[in-house]
């Protein structure tokens, strides 16, 4: 039996994802801007579809975890959410931002300020989000710890919770495929 020979130029197509070839994507978040204009930020992703589960056939194919960028605008805020079955990195490239933590819905948020090449990792279960309170746009990457996260959960009784559970089928039926 012959040994297929090694081609670095499918290697390349399969593992590489080049920034030239990725586009910001305002809309993959829509949904939460739509419910508060501070929500507005975008995603470029580069290692599977994320939390959102977006068809995006411009990534590498996730083995064991998710990873993308995100922009994020002078007063943009990523809302409190919870990922129930996998850790979620946040590590600031650039720009000054603030990382909300919260134990339980019930529980007092707490503040952590971060700067360039600060990273935080949150694990299952607790609550994490975001905010740009600086004068400059800032850029994160954002690494989850599975291929196909769960669908995040919003503190109950807020407005995307309400809507996430409305969502959720829709969802479901993107990432089977």
């Known amino acids: 039996m012959t040994k297929a020979t090694f081609s670095v130029k499918e290697f390349e197509k399969k593992y590489v994802a080049r920034l030239q070839d990725r586009t910001l994507d305002w809309n993959v978040l829509k949904f939460q801007e739509e419910i508060d204009p501070s929500y507005r930020r975008a ?13 995006d056939s411009n990534v590498i194919k996730a083995e064991h975890f998710t ?27 650039e720009g000054e931002v603030t990382a909300l933590i919260q134990e339980d819905s019930d529980s007092e948020v707490h503040e952590i300020k971060l700067s360039a090449r600060d990273c935080i990792s949150s694990p299952p279960g607790v609550y994490r989000g ?36 409305h969502r959720a089928k829709e969802r479901e039926a993107i990432i089977k495929d």
């Open 43 to 55: 995603q470029m992703r580069y290692i599977g579809r994320g939390a959102t589960a977006n068809n």
């Open 130 to 165: 975001i905010r740009n309170d600086g004068k400059e746009e800032a850029r994160m990457l954002v690494m989850l710890g599975a291929v196909k996260p769960n669908l995040p959960t919003y503190p109950e009784g807020s407005e995307l919770e309400e809507l996430r559970k």
């Open 67 to 93: 990873l993308s960028t995100m922009v994020l605008p002078p007063g943009c805020i990523g809302p409190l959410h919870l990922h129930d079955d996998v850790e979620e990195v946040f590590f600031i490239l």
